[in-house]
């Protein structure tokens, strides 16, 4: 199946004397060709057929294709497919699956002429009504004509069942702020307008690729004590502390320590295995920490903290008090913003965008369809994309590139919302199997995209920090959640898990603050240094999660984890938001955003 382009869809409909003019009407059919996955002649037959059969002929338009497809094409969808239509795509790819078959035995036939004679005596079974074809054979044979665009990359391109069949389609299962009355669908110009940046400066954000693989101790030690030292001078300063003392310094009096809490062991972290480790100016040693006379703590390896206490040998320090690090202020414009009566909407998801039994990316054209319905401002796209951890893509069973499965998902992405204008942002991940398998993670490149297409087209590093119309949002596609939620421990807090882990990673200023990092995340601790910090505490924090979906509010950020759009062979969920732009009082404050948000199921 050849890509669908406005030039072929011209070509047909002149074919058929049909004017066509308007260049967003034919974007609109190009559009609906993806959506409906059929070809440009036809998508035109049908027009001609659907336009002849009304009583004083309908104009080709952007009205009456809206009309056209209620009527016809999403009728073409729930039939099933005829055999006449199906014994069509078998018998056009036969000749060279039969070749395929015969090479193979060829090869197979040489092969064994060079075994030995117990091995060379196992010949292939003949196929035969009797003896039917091998699963390999009977899966070419199965499906000849593969979807490449964007539907399937693999040999098994049947569509998932249990994803089809799924219930609660459209189901709202969060919700946050004043939901009621909101109509959830972009300006009357999706994406006019819009100012998205990286908020750090092109110096300072991570653009291209970089080198890795090379990294001394010396220098992931230099980083982890100028996180210390920072921390340190910021809780020095909001709580009025004077000095602080040695972690292993002898003493009978009370005394303020600082240091990074880590285990004293390979395992996981307990009340009874915490060490607290101090930079070089407190001396650079670990002392173990009694925590029985804290009332309320909640410690994780990497955190750095303050603890008052006693250490009277030197050997164990018995905390009495804990200091924990404050967030950084939020963004505040130069120049004062007046407010925006239109809304901003934000459409937010996370891969895979596959189901984890085939290739077939029903729900990424079902995400289209949701983008071209609601036409959102900006749609912010978190991978993976191509996902490593998929079974098909482990066992190496697809008939293309890794990154040309990668380019046409993303093409499939632009063309099929090139008639909505919203503005795309790409973030990778760390199971794009295709991406660099490193953490900070560089943007994807995609020479392919043609200027028009790059105009609303961003791609972002993972982790960073944009500003979209003067809202910052915080973008991660790491699961640092699923990751701090299997080391933190914690006593007598009274808080829910995810608040305490989404508090930890605001105010330890960090988009991955836990060390050591897990074995699947490849730290590269001076590009982390750089550009895994948060600059400032973001309005939003994106952070997607294998763990439950919600949307909370903490110490003033709005933090969103929408979910992953597929959950094994089901659908998954997405995140939609409404926004207010800030608004900045008249003695230059900040005002918080007006925001509404919701999780959705797919």
């Not at 790819?93 to 075994?115: F, G, Q």
């Not at 750090?200 to 001394?216: G, I």
């Not at 921390?231 to 303020?256: C, R, W, Y």
């Not at 560089?442 to 791609?459: C, E, G, I, N």
Request: aromatic fraction near 6%; proline fraction near 6%; charge should be negative.
């Amino acid at each position: 199946m050849a890509p669908v382009s406005a030039e072929s869809l011209k070509s047909e409909l002149d074919m058929f004397d049909v004017p066509c003019s308007d260049e967003s009407t034919l974007d609109k059919m190009v559009e609906l060709c993806i959506c409906s996955r059929i070809q440009a002649d036809e998508m035109v037959l049908e027009w001609v057929a659907y336009s002849s059969s009304a009583k004083n002929g309908v104009k080709l338009a952007m009205d009456t294709l809206e009309q056209f497809k209620h009527e016809v094409l999403n009728k073409r969808k729930a039939k099933p497919s005829s055999r006449k239509e199906e014994s069509h795509n078998r018998t056009r790819d036969i000749n060279s699956l039969h070749e395929l078959i015969k090479a193979e035995e060829e090869e197979d036939n040489l092969l064994d002429s060079y075994s030995t004679p117990a091995k060379g005596s196992q010949k292939r079974a003949l196929t035969t009504p009797e003896h039917p074809h091998s699963k390999r054979t009977a899966a070419l044979l199965a499906s000849p004509g593969l979807l490449l665009s964007p539907a399937s990359f693999s040999p098994s391109a049947t569509p998932s069942q249990k994803y089809s069949q799924r219930g609660g389609k459209g189901e709202v299962v969060v919700t946050f702020g004043a939901v009621q009355g909101t109509r959830w669908v972009g300006r009357k110009d999706p994406g006019a307008g819009v100012q998205l940046q990286l908020l750090e400066s092109s110096e300072d954000s991570l653009r291209c690729s970089y080198k890795f693989m090379f990294q001394r101790l010396r220098d992931v030690r230099n980083v982890l004590t100028d996180k210390i030292e920072e921390l340190g001078e910021s809780l020095k300063s909001h709580f009025n502390i004077e000095e602080f003392s040695p972690v292993s310094l002898p003493a009978q009096d009370s005394m303020t320590v600082l240091g990074q809490v880590c285990c004293d062991s390979n395992g996981k972290l307990n009340a009874q295995s915490v060490l607290l480790e101090a930079g070089p100016e407190q001396g650079g040693q670990q002392v173990p920490v009694d925590l029985s006379e804290l009332k309320e703590y909640s410690l994780f390896p990497g955190q750095v903290v303050v603890m008052e206490g006693m250490n009277t040998t030197g050997r164990k320090l018995v905390a009495s008090k804990l200091y924990q690090s404050v967030p950084l202020p939020f963004y505040t414009p130069e120049i004062k913003m007046e407010m925006d009566e239109e809304l901003m909407n934000v459409l937010v998801a996370c891969g895979p965008f596959t189901t984890s039994d085939t290739l077939t990316f029903d729900p990424l054209l079902d995400l289209i369809s949701i983008i071209v319905r609601d036409r959102p401002d900006v749609c912010l796209l978190l991978g993976p994309f191509v996902d490593s951890k998929h079974e098909q893509i482990e066992k190496a069973q697809v008939t293309e590139t890794f990154e040309a499965i990668f380019s046409r998902c993303i093409e499939s992405i632009v063309d099929g919302t090139k008639s909505v204008g919203c503005h795309l942002v790409f973030v990778p991940s760390q199971r794009d199997i295709h991406h660099h398998f490193i953490y900070p993670q560089p943007p994807f490149t995609l020479p392919s995209l043609s200027k028009d297409q790059a105009q609303r087209v961003t791609l972002v590093p993972d982790p960073c920090t944009l500003l979209i119309d003067g809202v910052t949002f915080g973008l991660t596609s790491t699961d640092i959640l699923f990751h701090m939620g299997a080391e933190e421990i914690s006593c007598g807090t009274g808080s829910d898990r995810f608040s305490r882990i989404l508090k930890h990673i605001l105010t330890q200023r960090s988009y991955y603050p836990l060390y050591p990092p897990v074995e699947e995340v490849n730290m590269d601790y001076e590009k982390f240094q750089s550009f895994g910090q948060m600059p400032l505490t973001p309005d939003l924090l994106i952070i997607p999660s294998e763990l439950r979906y919600f949307v909370k509010d903490v110490v003033g950020c709005v933090c969103v984890n929408p979910g992953r759009l597929t959950k094994g062979q089901v659908g998954g969920t997405y995140g939609r938001l409404m926004i207010q732009r800030n608004v900045t009082s008249e003695d230059g404050k900040r005002a918080s955003p007006c925001l509404t948000a919701q999780v959705v199921k797919i």
